[in-house]
């Protein structure tokens, strides 16, 4: 199982980016996909995840209004949607293959079970 996130950049305070996720040698659409984030030296932070039916996706409390999470399973690519970025979004993102999502809002996002390399994303102030 190989996962590759790509899309990150650097952006302004306010700014959007689209991350991708994609999968190489399996498909996406038989498992829910999320995306955490990590910052050295502080623990790894869910983000949002979405089934494979992309039904009642989950957001951290912290991006909730602001990102958005959507798949293409035809595209075999799970998308996150970024806007109205901050300073404190700054991280390397990573998107990951999970059991299911958090059921509920105070759900926790781990442990995932396949992630690959991540993507940085950085907001400048």
């Known amino acids: 199982v190989q996962l590759q996130a790509s899309g990150g950049g650097l952006v302004q305070t306010g700014g959007s980016l689209k991350v991708s996720c994609t999968a190489s040698?399996?498909?996406?659409?038989?498992?829910?996909i999320g995306w955490f984030r990590q910052v050295p030296g502080k623990e790894r932070e869910g983000v949002s995840c979405?089934?494979?039916?992309?039904?009642?996706?989950y957001y951290a409390e912290s991006v909730k209004g602001r990102f958005t999470i959507s798949r293409d399973n035809a595209k075999n690519t799970v998308y996150l949607q970024m806007n109205s970025l901050k300073p404190e979004d700054t991280a390397v993102y990573y998107c990951?293959?999970?059991?299911?999502?958090?059921?509920?809002?105070?759900?926790?996002?781990?442990?995932?079970?396949?992630w690959g390399q991540g993507t940085q994303v950085t907001v400048s102030s």
């Open positions: 979405i089934s494979g039916t992309g039904r009642t996706p």
């Open positions: 990951a293959t999970y059991t299911a999502c958090p059921a509920t809002d105070s759900g926790s996002m781990f442990p995932a079970t396949y």
């Open positions: 040698r399996f498909a996406l659409d038989y498992y829910a």
